[in-house]
């Protein structure tokens, strides 16, 4: 096994953990958001990818099953991840799982349904694997949001569903129901220092200088649905952050901010330049007549 194994090609199908600052963001988000439903159980990360969010679950569920149809992206998952006892990486196409029922506690699938037309196949194959009382949390882009408004076009997405085609699909298997929202926010964050509990707060100023209301007045861009046949765990977070130490985004943010700042002063300052030249020359000589058609005849 390689000690610094090479990234997975990036080609826009699969997210690696070497793209940085927004689709970070999201992906990265999705999976912690799973990690304290998964702790302790037996978990399948169908569609897997690269395998570091099969990783990431790895550090807290009791074992975690990463699947994938590629070849290329199993072997390098296994060849990156595959020395936890933990955590294994199996070729196979999500929508014929080869696996026994109720094998798995949870299943755990981000940003797989709009990769395939099958998606019916796909979730009757996770209440199969699930246990009675498993829990499937799985996401998907909204339609309306990422297609219709936003005008992204991904040229892997086949088959993307509206809010309502979301839970048409999922809650005939899955009666047990709750969606999340996804979106990346500017947000000012305030939050306790001294540990103590409490509820959740957010408030949204419908434009700049209008009083704020409660809640996130976002759409979402992408939905997650937690779905179980028994019921949920219990209690569930009402709201989860995610951020970097760094501040990727926000510290991307500043230096273009900073860089524009800085370019349209040197514009300003070549266009003072350019007047006073203009001004130091005086004014223009004016252009010489051209000569009349047929001078030289007339010159005879």
Request: aromatic share 10%; hydrophobic share 40%.
């Amino acid at each position: 096994m390689s000690d610094s194994p090479a990234a997975l090609p990036f080609t826009g199908e699969r997210f690696t953990p070497e793209c940085v600052r927004e689709i970070w963001y999201e992906h990265w988000h999705r999976y912690a958001f799973a990690l304290d439903l998964v702790r302790g159980k037996r978990v399948l990360d169908a569609a897997c990818g690269e395998g570091y969010g099969s990783n990431l679950l790895a550090d807290a569920a009791a074992s975690v099953v990463g699947v994938d149809l590629s070849a290329q992206a199993v072997d390098h998952a296994r060849n990156r991840y595959g020395s936890r006892t933990n955590l294994q990486f199996v070729q196979a196409d999500a929508t014929a799982l080869p696996f026994e029922d109720a094998r798995f506690d949870v299943v755990v699938s981000f940003e797989t349904l709009e990769h395939l037309h099958a998606q019916e196949r796909l979730i009757e194959g996770f209440a199969r694997v699930l246990a009675d009382d498993g829990l499937l949390v799985i996401s998907s882009p909204d339609k309306r949001t990422y297609s219709d408004v936003m005008g992204f076009d991904n040229e892997f997405h086949v088959r993307e569903l509206y809010r309502d085609e979301l839970l048409d699909l999922l809650r005939p298997h899955f009666p047990q129901l709750r969606l999340y929202g996804q979106k990346l926010l500017f947000q000012s964050a305030l939050w306790s220092l001294d540990g103590a509990d409490g509820d959740s707060q957010a408030w949204t100023s419908p434009s700049a200088g209008q009083a704020p209301v409660p809640g996130l007045g976002y759409a979402p861009v992408y939905y997650v649905a937690l779905c179980g046949r028994r019921g949920l765990p219990a209690p569930l977070p009402a709201l989860s952050l995610f951020g970097d130490g760094e501040e990727s985004v926000y510290a991307h943010y500043n230096h273009e901010v900073r860089k524009n700042m800085a370019a349209g002063a040197r514009i300003a300052e070549l266009e003072a330049e350019l007047d006073r030249l203009r001004q130091d020359a005086g004014p223009a000589a004016p252009e010489p007549l051209p000569a009349p058609r047929g001078w030289r005849r007339w010159l005879r």
